[in-house]
């Protein structure tokens, strides 16, 4: 594993600036004169076939972060799952989180939120959606559609509470360079429905046709170790498992690697990690 791109670099705000705006635009242009064929449809019955569902706590009390923030993300979820929820991605379309999404904007009704950066967080506006990617990669995993893009987060910022999932099992995004987007490789449509509710954000990949594969997503290889320029680096690889309708093994796939930078420090105990 080679943990030297994982050493933060300094960078001068110009640098900074002027590098966000050649990606965004990079992104643009490749949208206008890609090949790709996007999802835009949505369809408002239900495909019959339940895929996968999940669900993820909409409130989680972070060390030094205003709980304001987390009550601003809520409403951002809200505008976002009213343009992606039931959209129907066809055989042979590219379901893209960003252009179907679009810039959050303080217009669209988006308000502050938080927004991780370099190890940290600030505010933004639209700030919280990664846990919409975040959800929505999860999901996708446990089907046979293909991730064609997804970025890891670079950092792990907050301590593990009550993890149900691998780390490194999200997906990052930042508008519009930092995109999720998945294709459908099969023969059958799916369908994207998502829902914010008092107290979660729910997801459902749904089928025009009957799920024949069941998915086990787990991790390997995972390690914490101290980094050469100081603090610790977390690494583990994401595999999946496939199993037929009798729950006999066909086959384990490997997904992805995931390296990050941690922030906090990893040996406290648990009391310690919730202060």
């Known amino acids: 594993?080679?943990?030297?791109?994982l050493r933060p670099k300094k960078r001068s705000p110009l640098r900074l600036y002027f590098g966000k705006k050649?990606?965004?635009?990079?992104?643009?242009?490749?949208?206008?004169?890609?090949?790709?064929?996007?999802?835009?449809?949505?369809?408002?019955?239900?495909?019959?076939?339940?895929?996968?569902?999940?669900?993820t706590m909409l409130l989680r009390e972070l060390k030094d972060?205003?709980?304001?923030?987390?009550?601003?993300?809520?409403?951002?979820?809200k505008i976002a799952v009213s343009t992606l929820n039931q959209i129907?991605?066809?055989?042979?379309?590219t379901f893209s989180y960003w252009r179907t999404i679009g810039k959050p904007t303080y217009k669209k009704g988006y308000v502050d939120g938080m927004v991780l950066y370099a190890g940290s967080y600030r505010t933004g506006v639209g700030g919280g959606l990664c846990q919409l990617s975040n959800l929505i990669y999860w999901m996708t995993l446990h089907t046979p559609l293909t991730v064609v893009e997804r970025h890891r987060h670079s950092y792990d910022v907050f301590p593990d509470s009550?993890?149900?999932?691998?780390?490194?099992?999200?997906?990052?995004?930042?508008?519009?360079?930092?995109?999720?987007?998945?294709?459908?490789?099969?023969?059958?449509?799916f369908q994207l429905c998502l829902e914010v509710t008092n107290s979660h954000l729910k997801g459902e990949w749904r089928g025009a046709s009957p799920s024949l594969i069941r998915y086990e997503v787990f991790e390997k290889a995972h390690q914490i170790m101290p980094a050469y320029f100081g603090g610790y680096i977390r690494h583990n690889q994401?595999?999946?498992?496939k199993f037929n309708k009798r729950g006999v093994l066909l086959e384990e796939e490997y997904i992805t690697e995931n390296h990050a930078l941690m922030m906090y420090e990893p040996l406290l105990s648990s009391s310690e990690k919730m202060q």
């Open 1 to 5: 594993m080679d943990i030297t791109s």
């Open 162 to 189: 009550n993890r149900t999932q691998p780390f490194g099992s999200g997906a990052t995004c930042s508008y519009n360079y930092l995109d999720l987007q998945i294709k459908n490789e099969t023969d059958a449509t």
């Open 65 to 77: 972060v205003d709980m304001k923030l987390q009550y601003n993300k809520i409403i951002n979820l």
């Open 22 to 55: 050649f990606y965004i635009t990079k992104r643009y242009a490749q949208w206008i004169i890609s090949r790709k064929q996007y999802a835009k449809k949505k369809q408002m019955a239900f495909l019959p076939h339940s895929y996968f569902t999940h669900k």
């Open 88 to 93: 129907v991605l066809e055989p042979g379309e």
């Open 238 to 241: 994401i595999y999946r498992k």
